[in-house]
């Protein structure tokens, strides 16, 4: 479970995608068809003051699956399931944690019918009530983390991992789909004043007609809060001053845009949107923590600003960038390519920690990337650590996550030491072609790479000094 990961990350934050990937074994498959997407339509209704959500949605457009479930949050209650409008019942599936991962703060709804090909859409009307909390401690639950929906001091804070909304689900392919297209209207009580829900800018008031051609993962932060807007960036819920704003904004758009040059890719740059974490678990639970659900990201801006320079207004704290690169890397490792395997921490952590490594080195120089790669990936401690081949993961799963982020990330950095930054990246632009598949390993990324240009001797010398053998520290710390 992600939260004992804090001992390991030392007052940084938690990237939360993979672990709850790893937790969930996600496999939000996407499909790159003409056919149109997944789309969700219906009425959102959010009482920030007493904790309650009321959904009435309709799904359409859902593709064809012999097994066909809806996994829904397990707080909400279903007043009724209509498909093409005739209301069915169903059975519930609770799940067992290792089988049905997904259902882990879900439970699964199998409608009762014959035939799963004639469904045009399903209508899907719930209710759910959750506690709310305030600022006392003393009175906030053991544990939150980004699967718990989350009322507190008049807000709702929901990332799509809550699946707060109804996810298509094939428990038998543990296949999920959680993006969709949506129109919705989303309602908040009196004292609601903000709205944000992935896909949109922010809006003002307690009404929102939210309309996305693009498929999203639906987060929601709804409540009385004030949002702000500094060039490209959006703040919800925090009283940064105006020069801590630009910090961010200046910031993270320049990595944005490194990360975009680097890759070659070729997407319109979307706003991003910062919002204030905030935690309804104890207050010991986490250092520091908060999730990317692009464009938004959920974190302590608040603490975070204090690393900001007044005065060259960016943030050159090596640690604190890296988080937020970390994070703005994910939009392509992670959220784009992934993987549901074995090598999942792979493609999504060890590949978005490597990229926001390349981020530090870029923007705050070599020295200082050199310092932190000492200090955070190379202790001595680290070098003496035996670890798991990267060929063997498929035979030996990790059992622990840590080495994703602090250990394979210095395996990639050993490809680059003997190819050259340049021609990794190349290899890594090859990758971010495929997005279809969520079934990537150790051999796909050595095919991308051969394909890429990297010669089978360079692979060899590669594997020789940094795959197969235990521990390629000492080699990365040789060769810095
Ligand atoms: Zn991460």
């Given at each position: 479970?992600?939260?004992?990961?804090?001992?390991?990350f030392?007052?940084?934050?938690?990237?939360?995608?993979f672990?709850?990937?790893?937790?969930?074994?996600l496999?939000?498959?996407?499909?790159?068809?003409?056919?149109?997407?997944?789309?969700?339509k219906?009425?959102?209704?959010?009482?920030?003051?007493?904790?309650?959500?009321?959904?009435?949605?309709?799904i359409?457009?859902?593709?064809?699956?012999?097994?066909?479930?809806?996994?829904?949050?397990?707080g909400?209650?279903?007043?009724y399931?209509?498909?093409?409008?005739?209301?069915?019942?169903?059975?519930?599936d609770?799940?067992?944690?290792?089988?049905?991962?997904?259902?882990?703060?879900?439970?699964s709804?199998v409608?009762?019918?014959?035939?799963?090909?004639?469904?045009?859409?399903?209508?899907i009307?719930y209710t759910?009530?959750?506690?709310?909390?305030?600022?006392?401690?003393?009175?906030?639950?053991?544990?939150?983390?980004?699967?718990?929906?989350?009322?507190?001091n008049?807000?709702?804070r929901?990332?799509?991992?809550?699946?707060?909304?109804?996810?298509?689900?094939?428990?038998?392919?543990?296949?999920?789909?959680?993006?969709?297209?949506?129109?919705?209207?989303?309602?908040?009580?009196?004292?609601?004043?903000?709205?944000?829900?992935?896909?949109?800018?922010?809006?003002?008031?307690?009404?929102?007609?939210?309309?996305?051609?693009?498929?999203?993962?639906?987060?929601?932060y709804?409540?009385?809060y004030?949002?702000?807007?500094?060039?490209?960036?959006?703040?919800?819920?925090?009283?940064?001053?105006?020069?801590?704003r630009?910090?961010?904004?200046?910031?993270?758009?320049?990595?944005?845009?490194?990360?975009?040059?680097?890759?070659?890719?070729?997407?319109?740059?979307?706003?991003?949107?910062?919002?204030?974490?905030?935690?309804?678990?104890?207050?010991?639970?986490?250092e520091?923590?908060?999730?990317?659900?692009?464009?938004?990201?959920?974190?302590?801006?608040?603490?975070?600003?204090?690393?900001?320079?007044?005065?060259?207004?960016?943030?050159e704290?090596?640690?604190?960038?890296?988080?937020?690169?970390?994070?703005?890397a994910?939009?392509?490792?992670g959220?784009s390519?992934?993987?549901?395997?074995n090598?999942?921490?792979?493609?999504?952590?060890?590949?978005?920690?490597?990229?926001?490594?390349?981020?530090?080195?870029?923007?705050?120089?070599?020295?200082?990337?050199e310092?932190?790669?000492?200090?955070?990936?190379?202790?001595?401690?680290?070098?003496?650590?035996?670890?798991?081949?990267?060929?063997d993961?498929?035979?030996?799963?990790?059992?622990?996550?840590?080495?994703?982020?602090?250990?394979?990330?210095?395996?990639?950095?050993?490809?680059?030491?003997?190819?050259?930054?340049?021609?990794?990246?190349?290899?890594?632009?090859?990758?971010?072609?495929?997005?279809?598949?969520?079934?990537?390993?150790?051999?796909?990324?050595?095919?991308?790479?051969?394909?890429?240009?990297?010669?089978?001797?360079?692979?060899?010398?590669?594997?020789?000094n940094?795959?197969?053998?235990?521990?390629c520290?000492?080699?990365?710390?040789?060769?810095?």
């Amino acid at each position: 479970m992600f939260y004992f990961y804090k001992t390991f990350f030392g007052g940084l934050l938690l990237c939360l995608i993979f672990s709850t990937q790893i937790k969930a074994n996600l496999k939000d498959i996407e499909s790159n068809s003409t056919l149109a997407h997944p789309h969700i339509k219906g009425v959102i209704k959010v009482d920030t003051d007493n904790g309650l959500i009321s959904c009435d949605l309709t799904i359409e457009n859902i593709p064809k699956m012999e097994d066909l479930t809806f996994a829904l949050n397990r707080g909400m209650n279903v007043k009724y399931m209509k498909i093409n409008d005739k209301t069915v019942g169903y059975n519930m599936d609770f799940g067992i944690a290792i089988l049905n991962s997904n259902l882990t703060e879900a439970r699964s709804y199998v409608p009762i019918i014959e035939n799963n090909d004639s469904i045009k859409n399903v209508r899907i009307n719930y209710t759910g009530a959750f506690p709310v909390y305030d600022n006392n401690y003393v009175n906030n639950n053991y544990s939150d983390s980004q699967t718990t929906i989350a009322f507190k001091n008049r807000i709702l804070r929901a990332s799509y991992l809550t699946k707060w909304y109804p996810f298509i689900y094939s428990r038998t392919k543990n296949k999920l789909i959680s993006k969709f297209t949506y129109n919705l209207k989303i309602i908040g009580n009196k004292l609601v004043n903000s709205i944000y829900i992935n896909g949109l800018p922010p809006h003002k008031g307690n009404l929102f007609e939210a309309y996305s051609q693009t498929p999203q993962n639906l987060m929601l932060y709804i409540g009385d809060y004030k949002f702000s807007k500094v060039n490209d960036t959006y703040f919800l819920n925090t009283s940064l001053s105006k020069s801590e704003r630009i910090g961010f904004d200046q910031s993270l758009k320049k990595i944005d845009d490194y990360f975009v040059s680097i890759l070659n890719a070729n997407e319109s740059r979307q706003a991003i949107v910062l919002g204030q974490i905030f935690s309804i678990g104890r207050k010991d639970e986490y250092e520091d923590w908060g999730f990317a659900e692009y464009p938004a990201l959920i974190t302590d801006l608040l603490k975070h600003s204090k690393y900001i320079n007044s005065e060259t207004k960016k943030i050159e704290d090596a640690a604190i960038f890296r988080l937020y690169a970390h994070e703005l890397a994910h939009k392509y490792w992670g959220l784009s390519v992934y993987s549901a395997n074995n090598y999942a921490g792979f493609y999504s952590e060890s590949f978005a920690e490597y990229f926001s490594l390349k981020a530090v080195e870029y923007f705050l120089g070599k020295e200082k990337y050199e310092d932190y790669l000492k200090k955070r990936y190379l202790t001595q401690k680290a070098r003496q650590t035996k670890h798991i081949k990267l060929t063997d993961i498929n035979e030996k799963p990790l059992k622990n996550v840590n080495p994703w982020y602090r250990y394979y990330p210095m395996v990639i950095l050993g490809l680059e030491q003997i190819v050259g930054k340049k021609r990794v990246f190349n290899v890594f632009k090859n990758l971010l072609k495929n997005t279809n598949s969520s079934d990537f390993d150790y051999l796909y990324f050595k095919d991308t790479a051969v394909k890429s240009g990297i010669t089978k001797k360079e692979w060899e010398r590669f594997e020789d000094n940094y795959v197969n053998i235990s521990n390629c520290l000492d080699m990365i710390l040789r060769n810095l």
